[in-house]
T-cell receptor, first 113, second 115 residues
Framework: AQSVTQLDSHVSVSEGTPVLLRCNYS??????LFWYVQHPNKGLQLLLK??????LVKGINGFEAEFKKSETSFHLTKPSAHMSDAAEYFC???????????FGSGTRLLVRP | DAMVIQNPRYQVTQFGKPVTLSCSQT?????MYWYQQKSSQAPKLLFH???????NEADTPDNFQSRRPNTSFCFLDIRSPGLGDTAMYLC??????????????FGPGTRLLVL
């Protein structure tokens, strides 16, 4: 069975410092992995996705994530946080020909001035 | 150039009074989804359509119904809303299966308040 664990419910960083949001997944097969961001009262926006190509995936707004099969991880990073990055982030997995997304519980990113 | 459009953005209804939420897309995608997202929780899939083929999640209450009259539009009908149905309702579309790497594109959501 598939599952996604986001290890931190809240992460707080200062503006200009690096961001690390952690995600581990459980999947029997080669998964498709996604990171979505949700600003308050808005829909979800795709940041990046992994689909069995390059293991280091670059996304929008300076975010990137590295797929590590041996560690079953897909952590999201950004070198320098901006105030506008404050939002909820969801790590998501899907597999095979499934239409269903399995969501992590989300990580709320706070950015301090 | 909005791609997934939801109307209304905010809806207030009374307990037991039917309500319909609307979603339209300009992407010409085959698949459309409805999610329910309660406060501080991840979205929960209610059902999806592949073209006109309807797929209900096993734990979706019978109170929730959906219609897809054409490729562009999909509706969520809540027949007798309860207080527990207060939530954000998100529509999404995709060309194919996310499990095969296809991206789901989300609309801005409709925030429903049941009084």
């Amino acid at each position: 069975a598939q599952s996604v664990t986001q290890l931190d419910s809240h992460v707080s960083v200062s503006e200009g410092t690096p961001v690390l949001l952690r995600c581990n997944y459980s999947s029997s097969y080669s998964p498709s992995l996604f990171w979505y961001v949700q600003h308050p009262n808005k829909g979800l926006q795709l940041l990046l996705k992994y689909t069995s190509a390059a293991t280091l995936v670059k996304g929008i707004n300076g975010f990137e994530a590295e797929f590590k099969k041996s560690e079953t991880s897909f952590h999201l990073t950004k070198p320098s946080a901006h105030m506008s990055d404050a939002a909820e982030y969801f790590c998501v997995v899907s597999m095979d020909s499934s239409y269903k997304l399995i969501f992590g519980s989300g990580t709320r990113l706070l950015v301090r001035p | 150039d909005a791609m997934v459009i939801q109307n209304p953005r905010y809806q207030v209804t009374q307990f037991g009074k039917p309500v319909t939420l609307s979603c339209s897309q300009t992407l010409n995608h085959n698949v459309m989804y409805w999610y329910q997202q309660k406060s501080s929780q991840a979205p929960k899939l209610l059902f999806h359509y592949y073209d006109k083929d309807f797929n209900n999640e096993a734990d979706t209450p019978d109170n929730f119904q959906s219609r897809r009259p054409n490729t562009s539009f999909c509706f969520l009908d809540i027949r007798s809303p309860g207080l527990g149905d207060t939530a954000m309702y998100l529509c999404a579309t995709s060309r194919g299966a996310p499990g095969a790497g296809e991206t789901q594109y989300f609309g801005p959501g409709t925030r429903l308040l049941v009084l």
